[in-house]
């Protein structure tokens, strides 16, 4: 077998190494092909099919193959505050005694440029999805339960990223980074993504949610926030078979068609019909009791088979998708800035990013899904990540056995430090520990924890 079959179609690692040794290191052939246990998850296999289905195979060989730049992006999502060189130098942690011969900035960076975007978003769309689990989070009444929200991500300030990125104003009128909008669809009680969509913060989340719209399908209920119940989006998402929980503005004028038994009132936007409900939530703890006013629209018209009461609590769920982004944007990226300075680049690392996401989370639920009747809200996701970057270090994972082991080493770790079962949340959203000093705003925080009761009380309008 030559050196390009085995760079190319997959040869275990050592056979690699034990080659680069008889043709010499001179030739600069030589590099790992590895990240650690998720290759379980995100195997060779899969990457060289994305590889061959793009046309990104490398014509020669090279220092750095395609499979290994696919890999050393998704490891860099793990170590986002190391430069890639830094990363690379992980990724070879482990493999003592194999002298791998470490590629220059200017080479891995040519690596990524050769590869482009088009890779890292096919192998997204392989691994995407609600993960598989026998769990009944995300579950309801038959329906899978699903949020969708956007945010927004920093990126570096040039002249390539300002052509597409564009700096947004803040409230005192200085413009900070430029900026993209991401928009997802992620499966509550996993919170796995099934699907996203990302561009110019210039671009509006209405826009990008009418674009998740195609991965939305009969026997999903979606969770919106108020952004998200304007008329026409509200036909277009409903035209998918999907059926909708969203919420709305208490002073929205909406005509009664119905009166249902519980409460709850039909209505008609545009040409789809739905159930009006409207409820005052309650928390009381030894602080006091705060109160607020919810009206949700659903497609779910029917009050015996979808009660009210229970889609108001169901509706809590939907703040899945904003810890999502946090685990996104907090922990896995530290609060930094993405690391391209072209747009190209922006989009290979978006890409790489919600990969090695998706990746920890099936990691995650294959962990708590081995114990039956273990919520996944409790597998901690810093635990996965650190366990994620310690297989990388060890090179764990690059020679492949016969034994299978259906929950690994990150999963050990997870359920090993399972978190406790989530508390009420008893606080309004803040920003509790700002990136930049300049930026902190809010009352003092008051972090004592509080027993407390939740009450629910559906409000009927006069006819």
């Not at 379980?40 to 994305?50: C, K, L, T």
């Not at 990223?161 to 909008?181: D, E, K």
Request: glycine share 8%.
């Amino acid at each position: 077998m030559s050196l390009q079959d085995i760079l190319t179609t997959g040869a275990p690692l050592l056979e690699q190494a034990a080659i680069t040794r008889t043709v010499g290191t001179a030739a600069g052939v030589f590099a790992p092909g590895h990240i650690g246990e998720l290759t379980r998850i995100v195997p060779f296999e899969m990457v060289d099919e994305v590889l061959a289905e793009a046309g990104a195979v490398q014509r020669r060989v090279r220092l750095v193959p395609a499979r290994v730049t696919v890999y050393l992006l998704l490891a860099a999502t793990l170590f986002n505050g190391l430069g890639y060189q830094q990363v690379f130098d992980r990724l070879c942690a482990g493999l003592a005694g194999l002298a791998p011969v470490r590629p220059s900035g200017s080479a891995l960076r040519q690596a990524r440029q050769r590869l482009g975007p088009a890779p890292m978003k096919a192998l997204f769309d392989l691994i995407r999805g609600p993960a598989a689990t026998t769990a009944g989070a995300g579950r309801w009444r038959g329906l899978r339960v699903v949020a969708v929200d956007g945010t927004l991500l920093s990126v570096p300030d040039c002249p390539a990223n300002l052509a597409v990125f564009t700096r947004q104003r803040l409230g005192n009128g200085i413009s900070g980074y430029p900026q993209l909008r991401l928009a997802a669809l992620v499966a509550c009680g996993t919170r796995s993504v099934i699907g996203a969509v990302f561009g110019p913060a210039t671009t509006g989340e209405l826009e990008y949610a009418r674009r998740l719209a195609v991965d939305l399908r009969a026997g999903m209920l979606l969770l919106g926030d108020r952004n998200f119940s304007s008329a026409a989006l509200l036909n277009q998402l409903a035209a998918t078979g999907a059926d909708l929980l969203v919420r709305c503005k208490t002073n929205r004028k909406l005509p009664t068609l119905v009166r249902c038994r519980d409460g709850s009132t039909l209505t008609r936007i545009g040409p789809l019909t739905v159930r009006v409900i409207e409820a005052e939530i309650s928390i009381r703890t030894a602080q006091g009791t705060h109160t607020g006013h919810y009206r949700l629209l659903t497609t779910l018209t029917d009050p015996a088979t979808h009660p009210a009461g229970e889609l108001v609590r169901l509706y809590h769920e939907r703040w899945e998708v904003e810890t999502a982004y946090a685990e996104l944007k907090s922990t896995m990226l530290g609060g930094h800035v993405l690391r391209a300075r072209t747009p190209d680049g922006i989009e290979q690392e978006v890409w790489a990013l919600l990969t090695a996401y998706q990746a920890l989370r099936t990691a995650m639920t294959d962990a708590t899904d081995s114990i039956p009747g273990t919520d996944p809200d409790r597998a901690g996701f810093l635990t996965a990540l650190a366990a994620a970057r310690d297989q990388i270090v060890l090179a764990a994972g690059v020679i492949t056995d016969t034994h299978i082991d259906l929950v690994g080493t990150i999963g050990r770790h997870v359920l090993a430090h399972l978190l406790p079962t989530r508390r009420v949340r008893t606080k309004d959203r803040i920003v509790k520990r700002a990136i930049s000093k300049y930026n902190a705003r809010g009352p003092a925080i008051d972090r004592t924890t509080y027993k407390a009761t939740i009450s629910i009380n559906m409000l009927t309008s006069t006819p």
